[in-house]
């Protein structure tokens, strides 16, 4: 069992910065991969980026050049530091990996970037 914790939103002007943390509970943390995706509102849940065990990341392209995905494994946080932020970045950012072939996704944290 895994639970995902999400922390670090809120609200900032464009071209401010925000950092979010997603907190996992269970053993095994440095082995699986983790990654962030987010939903606004009336659109469907999109990827932002993610990161393996062994620190690859990849982005999607609305991010890249802006956004970095890292993780702690002595802390079993995964972070997203988002700087340059835009209007269209509002959103519900989510935490997420798997386990065993079972998906596991944290509660949420709002994003609002005002123009």
């Known amino acids: 069992q895994v639970q995902l914790v999400e922390s670090g939103g809120g609200l900032v002007q464009a071209g401010g910065s925000l950092r979010l943390s997603c907190a996992a509970s269970?053993?095994?943390?440095?082995?699986?991969?983790m990654a962030w995706y987010r939903q606004a509102p009336g659109k469907q849940r999109e990827f932002v980026a993610v990161?393996?065990?062994?620190?690859?990341?990849n982005y999607a392209d609305s991010g890249k050049g802006r956004f970095t995905i890292s993780r702690d494994n002595a802390k079993n946080t995964l972070y997203l530091q988002m700087n340059s932020l835009k209007p269209e970045d509002t959103a519900v950012y989510y935490c997420?990996?798997?386990?065993?072939?079972?998906?596991?996704w944290g509660q949420g944290t709002q994003v609002t970037v005002s123009s």
């Open positions: 990161i393996t065990g062994g620190g690859v990341t």
């Open positions: 269970g053993s095994g943390f440095s082995a699986y991969g």
């Open positions: 997420y990996t798997t386990r065993g072939g079972r998906a596991y």
